[in-house]
């Protein structure tokens, strides 16, 4: 009991040195196509306007029931956000290593600028969409830049 005692005493005081901390995200993201001769588009994306998850956010009842009838797409699009030009992975002839290492210049300026106004790189994710069907001509390389904060 003694041991038990202690032990809790020593959670005790940890959690008063070392609170537990909350943070706020960020999330940026860059989309890069991988469509020759410049037909795509690629972007950084950087959201500049909150919103709030739960005005969308309906509960389903008996597996089935829901009301995300009642809720319209339109009304969660944001309007407020920064978009960063990057070039396409494709040329006319095949992958275009400049474009890589443009794009990786533009990327790293963005998450430098992010980091200097106090977020830190958490995570990162990313996805590649492409049907690769016959004459494929079309898809997009997609990465999520997750980042976080002390919540103030």
């Known amino acids: 009991m003694k041991k038990f005692t202690v032990t809790i005493i020593f959670m005790f005081l940890a959690l008063m040195v070392f609170p537990q901390k909350k943070y706020e995200y960020k999330v ?36 089935k029931k829901s009301k995300q009838k009642e809720i319209k797409r339109s009304s969660a699009k944001v309007d407020h956000f920064a978009e960063t030009k990057l070039l396409n992975f494709y040329s006319g002839v095949g992958i275009n290593f400049q474009n890589i290492a443009s794009n990786d210049a533009l990327i790293t300026s963005v998450i430098n600028k992010v980091i200097n106004e106090g977020w830190e790189l958490a995570f990162v994710t990313s996805g590649v969409e492409s049907d690769a069907g016959k004459n494929d001509r079309k898809g997009i390389f997609i990465t999520r830049y997750i980042f976080k904060r002390p919540a103030k």
């Open 28 to 63: 940026i993201t860059s989309v890069e196509s991988v469509v020759p001769m410049g037909i795509g588009r690629s972007r950084i994306i950087d959201t500049k306007q909150e919103i709030n998850a739960a005005n969308f956010t309906t509960e389903r009842t008996e597996g």
